[in-house]
């Protein structure tokens, strides 16, 4: 809510601005305020500064990103400015997602799952279709994709297995005498 928000009102001004301030002082003041407010988390102590910092990054993130877009054709050229789009917006999305759960990498069994199944298989995956891509592309054949779909195949029945071992250690540590019931 507070990013559609920040959005919302700043998105719109900031990209006006992208076209009469020079671009690369924008994105790089963006960024060291961004830099700025995430310095200020460990110091926040109610949950009111928690919303106002979350909602300060996010209007600054609103000047970055129409400046960033609008920076792209002047990089790439138009002809490539759809797919340098998509590829930069696939890449921030897959990125901030594993960084968010690499912290849980090795937490309870909830979040390892989280972790090794969704998170850092997809990002895995990701990379492994485009290697695939360019492999169909260049041997004209589907075996790039078949190993693939086995090395996913693999790292997900890894994972799964790693995270029910865990699941079951988690289990067998709650004691009967505790209170607390295997299956709450």
Request: net charge positive.
């Amino acid at each position: 809510m507070l990013r559609i928000l920040a959005f919302l009102l700043f998105s719109q001004p900031a990209g006006v601005m992208a076209d009469r301030i020079d671009r690369k002082r924008i994105l790089i003041g963006a960024d060291l305020i961004r830099f700025a407010l995430l310095a200020v988390f460990p110091f926040v102590d109610s949950v009111w500064q928690i919303y106002a910092l979350i909602f300060a990054i996010n209007a600054v993130t609103a000047f970055f990103t129409p400046t960033f877009e609008a920076t792209l054709p002047d990089i790439v050229g138009s002809e490539h400015y759809v797919k340098a789009l998509s590829v930069s917006r696939i890449g921030r999305r897959r990125r901030s997602r594993c960084r968010a759960f690499y912290a849980y990498r090795s937490g309870d069994a909830n979040m390892r799952s989280v972790w090794l199944l969704c998170s850092r298989n997809d990002a895995i995956g990701n990379i492994a279709v485009v290697f695939a891509a360019i492999g169909v592309a260049y041997s004209a054949t589907g075996w790039p994709d078949l190993a693939v779909a086995a090395v996913m195949g693999v790292l997900s029945l890894t994972a799964a297995k790693s995270v029910v071992a865990q699941a079951r250690g988690e289990l067998a540590a709650v004691s009967p005498t505790s209170g607390v019931s295997a299956g709450s």
